[in-house]
C-alpha cells in the first residue's frame, strides 16, 4: 500500500458536492493520422493496453473505520476500462460551444471513489471532423507536473509510436488489509508531535518576518486582501469552461521586447482579459486583482507525495491601463512574490497539511459551502492561474494527432475561476473553468485574450 501524503489527502477532505476536485483537460485530435483508421473501440483498446503499463493508472483509494491517518492507495485488482472510457456524441453543429457546455456538464460529475480516480470521454461530432477527449483526474492523485507526465505516457512523436514497457521501477500500490491501514495509521500519529515541535518555531516566525517584508515592499500580497468581484462567491455543483488558442511566437516576442519571463506574459495576459470583462461589467476594481499561481517543488521537496507543490501570491496590475506599464509591473510583483516564496521553503504547505483530517476538515468545508461564508469575508485571493509548460513538437494521443490540449483545473469557494495555460508545438492552449452561477458569459472573457495579446505584441513594436 501507498499512504497518501497529507496534501494529496486535503484535496479529498475539501472536496464537496459543489467544490469538485479534479483536473479537467480537452484534448482536441485529428484522428486521420491514427495507423489503420478511427474507431472507438480500437482507441478504447489502445488506451487499455498503455495503462495497463502505467502503475498510477490502476491505483484506487482504500480505507478503514480504525484508521487514525489519512487514506492509502491500493492497486484495483478489478480493473476495467470500460469503467473509465466512455463515449458520447455532442449534438449539431458540433461547433465550441457544444463542446464546451458537454464538456461543462461531464466537469461537474465527481469521480467514483470505489474505482481508481480518472476517466476519459471520447467525444465524437465536431463539426471540423476530429474527436475531442475529455480527462479527469482527481487532484488527490495528481499535480499539475504528474498530471502531464501521465498523459505523456500515452503520447508519442509519431502516430505508430510503440507502447511504452511496463514501467517495472514504478512501484505498484499493492494491496493492505484493513489491520494494516489501522497499524500504519497508528504509528503516523504517533510520530506527529515530534514532527509539530519541529515545524512550529519555523512557522512561528512567519507573520513577523512577512510583516517586515511588507514594510520594506519585498512581500507578496498577503490573504484576505484581495478586492471583491462577482467570481468570488460560493459555487453551486454546475460547471463552464471556454477555451483558446494564442500564437506562442507573439507571447515570446513581448517576452524578449520587455526582458520579462513567459510566466510575467501569461499574467499579462490574464490580467488584459480580466480589465476587458470586468469593465464591460461595470466592476473593475481600484485595487490589482490577486492570482494564487501553483509553484511546484518536485526536486526542492523530499517529502513524500504525489502532491509536490506550494502556492504564490502575486497582483495582476489590473488597475493599470497601459499594458506595457502593466506588463513590466506584474514581471516586478512576480520576482518579488516568487524571492518571497523561496523564503518560505518548498515543504511548509507540505508539512502542515499533514495534520489534516478528514472529520474537521470535510465537515468544516461542508459548512462553509451551506452557509455561503465565501460572501462574508474579505477575499482571500480572486483566481488560480497556472502555467504548463509542453513540448515543442507535435504531439499523437493514442496514434492521432494533438491539435489543442486544453487544461483546465478546479475552482474553489471564494475563487471560482481558473486559468490555465500549456504550450504545445508552437501554440499556446488556454482554458479557463469556472461556474455558471458566477460567469455567465465565460466566452466574453476568453475571447478577450486574443486582443489582451495583441495589445502587448502592439506595445512590444513600440519599445525603443
Not at 463515449?87 to 460551444?97: E, I, K, N, S, Y
Not at 490573504?223 to 506562442?248: E, V
Not at 510566466?263 to 461589467?281: E, F, I, T
Request: charged share 20%; proline share 7%.
Amino acid at each position: 500500500m501507498q499512504r497518501l501524503s497529507g496534501l494529496d489527502a486535503s484535496f479529498l477532505y475539501l472536496e464537496t458536492s459543489t467544490q469538485l476536485l479534479h483536473v479537467c483537460g480537452v484534448i482536441v485530435l485529428d484522428v486521420s493520422t491514427i495507423p489503420g483508421g478511427y474507431t472507438f473501440a480500437g482507441l478504447k483498446a489502445e488506451l487499455g493496453a498503455r495503462t495497463e503499463a502505467i502503475p498510477a493508472f490502476r491505483r484506487k483509494l482504500q480505507d478503514s473505520r480504525f484508521n487514525l491517518d489519512h487514506p492509502v492507495w491500493v492497486e484495483d485488482t478489478d480493473f476495467d476500462i470500460d469503467r473509465h472510457c466512455h463515449r458520447v456524441a455532442l449534438p449539431a453543429p458540433g461547433g465550441r460551444d457544444e463542446l464546451a457546455e458537454l464538456c461543462g456538464d461531464i466537469a461537474g460529475i465527481p469521480l467514483d471513489r470505489a474505482r481508481p480516480l480518472w476517466e476519459m470521454w471520447v467525444i465524437e461530432g465536431l463539426e471540423d471532423g476530429s474527436v475531442a477527449v475529455m480527462s479527469k483526474m482527481h487532484h488527490a492523485g495528481v499535480d499539475g507536473i504528474t498530471g502531464a507526465n501521465m498523459m505523456a505516457q500515452l503520447c508519442g512523436l509519431e502516430p505508430d509510436a510503440p507502447r511504452p514497457d511496463r514501467d517495472d521501477s514504478a512501484e505498484s500500490a499493492g494491496q493492505a488489509s484493513t489491520l494494516d491501514i489501522a497499524v500504519g495509521g497508528l504509528l503516523a500519529v504517533a510520530s506527529r508531535p515530534a514532527k509539530l515541535l519541529r515545524i512550529v518555531p519555523q512557522s512561528l516566525t512567519l507573520l513577523p518576518r512577512w510583516i517586515g517584508r511588507a514594510r520594506r515592499g519585498e512581500a507578496m500580497p498577503a490573504p484576505f486582501t484581495a478586492p471583491r468581484t462577482s467570481l468570488n462567491g460560493t459555487l453551486t455543483s454546475h460547471r463552464n469552461l471556454a477555451f483558446t488558442q494564442l500564437d506562442l511566437d507573439k507571447v515570446k516576442t513581448v517576452k524578449n521586447a520587455f526582458d520579462v519571463k513567459v510566466n510575467d506574459v501569461v499574467l499579462a495576459l490574464c490580467s488584459g482579459a480580466l480589465r476587458k470583462y470586468l469593465h464591460s461589467r461595470r466592476e473593475l476594481p481600484d485595487k490589482s486583482l490577486v492570482a494564487i499561481v501553483p509553484v511546484s517543488v518536485h526536486g526542492k521537496s523530499d517529502r513524500p507525495g504525489t502532491n509536490q507543490v506550494s502556492g504564490m501570491f502575486t497582483q495582476l496590475g489590473t488597475q493599470i491601463e497601459d499594458p506595457a506599464e502593466r506588463l513590466l509591473a506584474i514581471g516586478e510583483h512576480n520576482s518579488t512574490s516568487k524571492e518571497h516564496n523561496e523564503t518560505l521553503g518548498p515543504s511548509l504547505l507540505q508539512d502542515w497539511s499533514q495534520f489534516a483530517g478528514q472529520a474537521v476538515f470535510g465537515t468544516a468545508m461542508r459548512l462553509y459551502s451551506t452557509l455561503g461564508l465565501a460572501e462574508r469575508h474579505p477575499v482571500v485571493h480572486n483566481l488560480v492561474i497556472s502555467n504548463v509548460p509542453g513540448p515543442a513538437v507535435p504531439l499523437y494521443f493514442l496514434g492521432a494527432l494533438i491539435r489543442a490540449m486544453y487544461p483546465l483545473g478546479p475552482i474553489f469557494h471564494g475563487a471560482g475561476l481558473n486559468v490555465t495555460v500549456m504550450s504545445l508545438n508552437g501554440q499556446l492552449d488556454v482554458g479557463l473553468m469556472s461556474c455558471p452561477e458566477l460567469a455567465p458569459h465565460l466566452w466574453d472573457l476568453v475571447d478577450a485574450f486574443p486582443a489582451a495579446l495583441d495589445e502587448l505584441v502592439e506595445a512590444a513594436g513600440n519599445r525603443p
